[in-house]
């Protein structure tokens, strides 16, 4: 394992990698190792390690700015506690999957991105793409380069900090990431609209995401994963100072009926990380969806262990490994797609994170890799 602390050493072990025609594993906080294919050398040997653990902290923060900058090891728990010191946060909800997949690390900055790990505040503030103003980063060249820029709008050039969102360290070996940043409601509550059934429930989410509640969760749980409440609940996160909160409180008891009631536990966090199926048998995966489809697709996928969250444009299931084939086909039935999110390597190894990709849009992801790292030196493997 090699060591690196800043970008000019980047620079030179991406150099000697190239020089050796020698692939490696891109590894920071160790938190999201078990996501994707198992990767490994020519030989079917273990591939050398980068650590860039060392590119860590935060290098700028203007909080009147709604900007900060930092390097893409630096811990979620740092970065999500300096910001709250200043009444913000990070619009994406950087979602640590560390209890699902088991891992001891330390989930950091860059591997939320990288995964594209967003949490329940997608559903409000859009993905890590969509907070990603700018990013610093070495090439399979060896080449330090940087994408987008520290400004709120920009739209010269290619929109680079989009495709590094999701790439799962593939395309290049980050060393610095600016986000905008969101204020962070002063108080916030839950509310609960118990013993609905998901189609009842899907429908009653679907209309607060269309109101001018702007809520910062809406999740569905069926009786499996919420015990006590009935055929299941639809839950609603509201944010905001005292007052405008108790009105947005008022408008959803408007909207539906009086059967709402508070909740005093904030289950968003726990379902945006997936703990919920921390202890669940079988894979995990995460089915992106119409939310408008969910009704449907948890019918057809008939899963016992299933929770929807933004509002039903993200299925989480567990399932045993014989079913993947009809999970990704009832995904692809709706234009969805499934993410095999936790599985044994052999499952990881046989099916990949996604499902193979029509071939004009398979030919494009080549070229745009091959543009970024033409020797496959970085993460080879991981996502085909």
């Known amino acids: 394992m090699s060591k690196v602390v800043n970008e000019l050493e980047l620079v030179e072990f991406v150099r000697a990698a190239r020089a050796a025609g020698s692939p490696f594993e891109i590894v920071a906080g160790a938190t999201r190792r078990a996501v994707g294919k198992p990767m490994c050398d020519a030989n079917g040997g273990e591939l050398a390690v980068l650590d860039v653990s060392g590119l860590?902290?935060?290098?700028?923060?203007?909080?009147?700015?709604?900007?900060?900058?930092?390097?893409?090891?630096?811990?979620?728990?740092?970065?999500?506690?300096?910001?709250?010191?200043?009444?913000?946060?990070?619009?994406?909800?950087?979602?640590?999957?560390?209890?699902?997949?088991?891992?001891?690390?330390?989930?950091?900055?860059?591997?939320?991105?990288?995964?594209?790990?967003?949490?329940?505040?997608?559903?409000?503030?859009?993905?890590?793409?969509?907070?990603?103003?700018?990013?610093?980063?070495?090439?399979?060249?060896?080449?330090?380069?940087?994408?987008?820029?520290?400004?709120?709008?920009?739209?010269?050039?290619?929109?680079?900090?989009?495709?590094?969102?999701?790439?799962?360290?593939?395309?290049?070996?980050?060393?610095?990431?600016?986000?905008?940043?969101?204020?962070?409601?002063?108080?916030?509550?839950?509310?609960?609209?118990?013993?609905?059934?998901?189609?009842?429930?899907?429908?009653?989410?679907?209309?607060?995401?269309?109101?001018?509640?702007e809520p910062g969760g809406l999740a569905y749980l069926p009786a499996?994963?919420?015990?006590?409440?009935?055929?299941?609940?639809?839950?609603?996160?509201?944010?905001?100072?005292?007052?405008?909160?108790?009105?947005?409180?008022?408008?959803?008891?408007?909207?539906?009926?009086?059967?709402?009631?508070?909740?005093?536990?904030?289950?968003?966090?726990?379902?945006?990380?997936?703990e919920m199926f921390a202890e669940a048998e079988g894979d995990v995966w995460r089915v992106m969806i119409a939310a408008s489809d969910a009704p449907k697709v948890v019918e057809e996928l008939n899963a016992r262990c299933w929770l929807g969250d933004w509002a039903g444009g993200v299925i989480w299931l567990a399932a045993q490994p014989s079913q993947a084939g009809h999970v990704r086909a009832v995904a692809a039935s709706v234009n969805g797609h499934a993410m095999l999110l936790r599985a044994t390597p052999q499952s990881r190894a046989s099916l990949g994170i996604f499902a193979s990709q029509p071939p004009a849009l398979e030919a494009l992801n080549r070229a745009v890799k091959a543009a970024f790292d033409p020797l496959s030196l970085f993460n080879p493997g991981r996502m085909t």
Request: with cysteine; hydrophobic share 45%; proline share 4%.
């Open 56 to 213: 860590s902290g935060i290098v700028k923060y203007e909080p009147e700015e709604l900007i900060v900058t930092a390097a893409p090891a630096t811990p979620l728990s740092e970065i999500n506690a300096t910001l709250a010191e200043r009444g913000q946060r990070l619009g994406f909800d950087p979602a640590d999957w560390s209890a699902l997949l088991k891992s001891n690390g330390v989930a950091t900055l860059g591997g939320a991105v990288s995964c594209d790990a967003s949490g329940s505040g997608r559903l409000r503030h859009g993905g890590a793409r969509d907070s990603l103003l700018a990013f610093r980063a070495v090439n399979g060249l060896g080449e330090s380069f940087r994408g987008g820029a520290k400004v709120v709008k920009n739209v010269t050039g290619f929109d680079l900090p989009k495709l590094v969102c999701g790439a799962y360290g593939t395309l290049c070996v980050l060393s610095e990431l600016t986000f905008r940043v969101y204020p962070k409601g002063a108080c916030s509550t839950t509310l609960c609209l118990a013993d609905v059934t998901p189609q009842v429930g899907f429908a009653a989410l679907r209309k607060v995401a269309r109101s001018a509640l």
């Open 224 to 274: 499996s994963m919420m015990p006590g409440m009935g055929q299941g609940v639809a839950l609603i996160k509201l944010e905001g100072a005292r007052v405008p909160l108790q009105e947005k409180i008022a408008l959803a008891h408007g909207l539906l009926g009086d059967g709402l009631h508070e909740i005093h536990e904030d289950l968003f966090a726990a379902i945006g990380c997936g």
